[in-house]
């Protein structure tokens, strides 16, 4: 009797042996195994617009970038919505894939937008994400106001006019001493004035010595 004790005590002792051996080397070869899987997910690479950035053109369209092309067949797994800070989506149409890229047209208002997106890896295991980005309102456009003239240049230009405007006096002629202020010759009238004077004196010379010859 005492030896079957001792031997169902040792088989006990192997057995718990072999057990422990039996899980540490599971675990040893679980573990690379189970990390696998999970290092083997593909991941977003890149984004247009990238992550945190201020965009001052207009964006047709949003693109992801991942390191491998997504599982085939599963287009409608595919997600990417664009939503403005009021939560409204303004992407339009559906995810186009084309190589590792997935993309989605938009019509973008100005302010602040978040990415949602869902990608499915080749290994079919669903990854979702998001990328925020702003978009800054374009300046207005506006016509260039006409230049206002300076005083000096407004003054210039009206005294160009006036002198084109106003014909260039003729030199006075010289004035002729024939002539009256109205136009009509001096000398007439000087010769005239000198024949009355004249004239006047025979008259009064008739008359004395006819008074001479009566007396």
Known sequence: MPRTGRSSSSSRRVGGSALALAVVLAAVV????????????????????????????????????FSEAPLAGLDAGLRIEVRDQTGQDESTGEVRVEGT??????????????????Y????GHPVDGQVAFTVEAAPAASSAPTPLSSPSATASREARSDTSATATPTPAAAADP????????????????????????VVLAVRRRSSRAGG
């Open 101 to 118: 890229t997935m993309s989605k047209r938009v019509d973008l208002s100005a302010g602040p937008h978040t990415v949602l997106w869902r």
């Open 30 to 65: 679980a573990g690379p195994g189970g990390a696998a899987p999970a290092a083997a997910h593909s991941a977003l690479i890149g984004s247009n617009p990238a992550d945190g950035a201020t965009v001052t053109t207009a964006v047709r369209q949003v693109d992801l970038t």
């Open 178 to 201: 024939t002539a009256t202020g109205t136009g009509a010759p001096v000398l007439p009238w000087v010769l005239g004035g000198v024949l009355l004077v004249v004239a006047g004196g």
């Open 120 to 123: 499915v890896s080749p290994d």
